[in-house]
């Protein structure tokens, strides 16, 4: 399966397409892995979000091969980019109020 090296952007195949599998980048050799299905990423942004990084890390493994590590850290990557979009919509609704006030929408 062909992925794409977050570090470099170079693509490298991977000997298994199954989520979780690892390997390194043929340019940079930084770890390039096989990414969860994006419906089975939604499910675990929704169940870190509600019930913690224990259960995604569970969900993970009942409906994917992967093992404990590779589990983890695909949630781990999930809970980072969630934390990191969270954050980026606080910062734009604080940066809304201080322009229009607490609880003031603009007038026509």
Do not use: Y
């Not at 599998?21 to 299905?37: A, D, E, I, N």
């Not at 990084?53 to 569970?58: D, G, N, P």
């Not at 695909?74 to 940066?95: F, H, I, P, Q």
Request: charged share 30%.
């Amino acid at each position: 399966m062909k992925v794409t090296c977050k570090n470099c952007g170079t693509e490298s195949e991977l000997p298994s397409n199954i989520p979780g599998s690892t390997g390194r980048c043929s340019k940079c050799w930084h770890q390039v892995s096989v990414s969860l299905p994006d419906s089975l990423q939604d499910q675990v942004l929704d169940l870190i979000k509600r019930e913690g990084k224990i259960a995604a890390i569970k969900f993970c493994r009942e409906h994917t091969s992967m093992d404990l590590n590779a589990a983890k850290d695909t949630v781990e990557a999930l809970a980072t980019e969630c934390v990191t979009a969270d954050s980026d919509a606080e910062k734009s609704r604080g940066e809304k109020e201080r322009i229009e006030g607490p609880g003031q929408s603009p007038s026509p």
